[in-house]
């Protein structure tokens, strides 16, 4: 973990949230002067914050520990595979049919 990285992160966020330091302290029970040492990466949040300042960023811990956004499952892969699943099953009903429509034809046939 670095500190570093992680406090520019917090920041960052922060700001694209458009929240204070203080929006920030009132949430997570801390100083804005402790807000200002997680951001300038002079120290790490301790354990029992990591909670409350995710939930103020709108991220995961893991996300926080990291100093990076995740990436999770994608909208696209999960749009494919649907239709994935899709295709698979018209391909089977559409094999069942094939196979009903022969089955029709021979016994036309032989009578």
Known sequence: MNKKIIGSFIKQLREEKK???ADIARGTGVSEFKISLWENGVLLPEFYNLEMLSVQLNI???ELLV??????????YVFSYA????KKNIFKVSFVFILFIALIILCVLKF
């Open 19 to 21: 929240k204070s330091r």
């Open 60 to 62: 995961t811990v893991n």
């Open 67 to 76: 100093g990076e956004r995740l990436k999770t499952v994608n909208d696209d």
């Open 83 to 86: 239709m994935y699943e899709k």
